[in-house]
């Protein structure tokens, strides 16, 4: 099974005083996701940066991997990655 590495910014919003997840999105490296992870906290509450593991052929993600957190994010974020 071929797999490749995708570097991912979750980003976190509040609505109704919680955090939520909001867009994800997509970075060519994993400074690139640092770094815009912690460049979008100016504007929102939160944004984590991930790497994922992803299967070329189904899709599934196969491990998820925390890079670092910026601003807040919601409490036991990181347990709920896959491998995380």
Known sequence: MPSKTVFVVQTFELKRKRLVPGKQEVAPTQNGALKKAEALVT???????????????????????LLGTFGEVPEGFAETLTGG
């Open 43 to 65: 504007r929102i509450p939160g944004a984590a940066a991930i790497s994922m593991t992803v299967d070329d052929e189904t899709g599934e993600v196969e491990r998820a991997t």
